[in-house]
């Protein structure tokens, strides 16, 4: 039974891997030399902007934008699940690493979805796009929420709470479901994974805006 597990894990971890390695390809694919070279030949001079992308396009910075997708996929999981047993050992809560990092793997999809949307909006619906289209493409944020109810809100406090998006909210309400499974406590569960899950969001949004206001060059 535990071969099995360990056996589906492997295999859903790579499933993982490799649809988003896919994503992101075709994520490239929307993004043309043309397109960089009107966004970068504002700020920079003609030469420059052909030595930029042609280091864009060699095979070493490709591969390693590659490995890092690799790496980020792999890691997102394992924070995660790093997460969530300081939770559940805050809780008073006895469960594995394995065993959580079992259940996270599979909400780990969702966070695919956007990206998903993108290139399908891209390639299927919008085929006349610019970079800025692609930059601000919606994230399904609750800035987003807000500038389309046309309520105000600082800059600052909008890249707080850019985290709290659809994607996260649902990946944390299947987690929660999932982890039931396990630990039949349905008020302690949701509360762990969505307090634990934001906390640590917060508190990384919080640490990048220090460094990027009071350590600006």
Not at 8 to 14: G, Q, R
Not at 25 to 40: A, P
Not at 119 to 145: C, G, H, K, M
Request: net charge positive; charged share 15%; aromatic share 14%.
């Amino acid at each position: 039974m535990n071969l099995n597990r360990q056996r589906h894990t492997i295999l859903t971890l790579v499933l993982l891997i490799i649809i988003n390695l896919l994503v992101y390809f075709l994520e490239t694919t929307l993004v043309t030399d043309e397109m960089l070279y009107e966004s970068m030949i504002t700020r920079f001079d003609h030469g420059t902007v052909m030595e930029q992308l042609q280091q864009l396009n060699k095979a070493g910075f490709v591969l390693f934008k590659y490995v890092g997708v690799v790496v980020l996929t792999v890691l997102k999981p394992v924070v995660i699940t790093l997460i969530l047993m300081s939770g559940f050992f805050a809780f008073n809560i006895k469960i594995s690493f394995v065993e959580i990092f079992q259940v996270v793997l599979l909400p780990c999809f969702i966070f695919i979805i956007p990206d998903v949307l993108k290139v399908t909006w891209f390639i299927l619906i919008q085929t006349d796009y610019q970079l800025a289209d692609l930059n601000n493409f919606p994230r399904f944020s609750l800035p987003e929420l807000f500038a389309a109810f046309e309520w105000t809100t600082g800059e600052d406090l909008k890249r707080l709470l850019k985290p709290i998006n659809v994607v996260n909210l649902v990946f944390c309400w299947v987690l929660a479901k999932r982890l039931l499974e396990i630990k039949q406590d349905e008020k302690k569960v949701f509360k762990l994974v969505f307090i634990s899950f934001f906390s640590v969001l917060l508190v990384f949004r919080l640490a990048v805006h220090f460094v990027a206001t009071f350590f600006k060059p």
